[in-house]
């Protein structure tokens, strides 16, 4: 049977440093998304990009979110934000609100992510975010992983965890906007025989799917979708993509390779 549709996101951190090479890369990759049958491709520039990379616009608080959980329509390059303010608006100097980047055209905000916990967003922060973006119409791609793997299985009450706080914060009427990237920290950022196998990434979007249940219920929990990010290349894509069960990926480096990542949503629309 063949698959229902990935979505494969890219993660351009503090990348590139001028719009004109941002507006390069991206003309590349929407040209592959245009003729992807049922792939849906999403991009988080670095945010003062979004606008001028094609973001639509929208008004805050009306959701972009249409069609199924992985996004709806492919064709188009779908914007998110790389984060969110966790306030709605007011005197926080140097913050971007929810509002304002979907206002810019943002669809997405990915939340959580392990260099923004690092950088201080504790798992209650990270449930304010992912409470304003959704509030503001932005689908929530909430980033959860371990720093590392313990031999007694305690990553996997780490995982639960940051799945909890946010879950349980948020309105449940929206949870059906929100997709959950296993991020296992220790596989970021690393050489690309470094990423887990396919079937650890299997068990991990199992145990996700669960603990989703636990807060969720049965339905909406078991159905949430799933993404891995964490040294994907073109090469170990492949291989995720087919066996781990998942609904996409994440990317971080070679989502700013336009080859790479083009020969990504290539194969992923093959599946
Ligand atoms: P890399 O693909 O560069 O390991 O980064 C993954 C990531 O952090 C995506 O959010």
């Excluded at 792939?39 to 003062?48: E, K, R, S």
């Excluded at 206002?103 to 997405?108: F, I, P, W």
């Excluded at 946010?166 to 950022?189: H, N």
Aim: glycine share 12%; with cysteine.
């Amino acid at each position: 049977m063949s698959h229902k549709g990935f979505l494969i996101a890219g993660n351009w951190k503090m990348h590139p440093d001028t719009l004109g090479e941002a507006k390069a890369v991206f003309a590349s990759i929407a040209r592959k998304a245009k003729s992807a049958r049922k792939t849906v491709v999403v991009i988080a520039p670095p945010a003062p990009f979004i606008r001028d990379l094609g973001g639509k616009g929208g008004k805050a608080g009306k959701s972009g979110a249409k069609g199924n959980a992985n996004g709806g329509r492919p064709g188009i390059v779908r914007m998110a934000a790389q984060d969110v303010s966790e306030h709605h608006s007011g005197a926080f100097t140097g913050s971007v609100s929810a509002r304002e980047l979907r206002s810019a055209g943002a669809e997405y905000a990915i939340i959580g992510h392990s260099e923004r916990r690092a950088a201080g967003d504790t798992g209650e922060i990270v449930a304010k975010k992912a409470k304003q973006a959704l509030e503001a119409g932005l689908r929530v791609i909430l980033c959860v992983g371990e720093t590392e793997r313990d031999g007694h299985a305690r990553y996997l009450q780490t995982v639960r965890e940051q799945v909890h706080s946010v879950l349980s914060a948020i309105d449940k009427k929206l949870a059906r906007w929100m997709t959950i990237a296993y991020e296992p920290v220790w596989a970021i950022g690393k050489s690309y025989d470094s990423a887990p196998k396919p079937q650890d990434i299997h068990e991990m979007s199992i145990y996700i799917r669960k603990t989703a249940a636990e807060v969720l219920g049965k339905k909406s929990g078991l159905d949430i979708p799933v993404l891995y990010g964490g040294s994907v290349d073109a090469e170990n894509a492949k291989a995720i993509l087919k066996d781990a069960s998942i609904d996409g990926l994440l990317v971080g480096r070679e989502s700013l390779d336009p080859k790479s990542f083009g020969n990504i949503i290539e194969y992923a629309d093959s599946i």
